[in-house]
């Protein structure tokens, strides 16, 4: 099993099926806040199955999202935490934003 650490905490980070876990239904990630779980869809067979055609990076963009939850929780913001908008914003945004800083050398 990996794990990565948000501010402290170490979440592990899993793969299951909507089989596994119910809640995949619905999502292709889930970021258990509690449990400190990140679960990642092994099967990734939701509605934009269509639109996955490199799995590794929709993968990795979902990891991001869930991983943006964990921080912003860690960080005792449960309300960006549960903010889908914010968050998928800085999961789209933060490489982008890596970049620029690099650049620039303020990272
Ligand atoms: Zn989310």
Redesign the pocket.
């Known amino acids: 099993m990996k794990t990565v650490n948000i501010l402290g905490t170490d979440y592990a980070i899993v793969e299951q099926t909507a089989e596994d876990n119910p809640k995949l239904d619905d999502?292709n990630?889930l970021?258990e806040i509690y449990s400190k779980e990140i679960i990642l869809d092994s099967e990734m067979i939701k509605p934009c199955k269509m639109l996955v055609k490199q799995p590794e990076l929709y993968k990795a963009k979902i990891l991001r999202?869930?991983i943006v939850?964990a921080f912003f929780f860690e960080s005792g913001l449960i309300g960006y935490c549960e903010n889908?908008t914010l968050?998928?914003f800085l999961a789209a945004q933060i490489p982008k934003m890596a970049k620029v800083m690099q650049d620039t050398g303020c990272l």
């Open positions: 999502a990630g970021c999202h869930e939850h889908e968050v998928d």
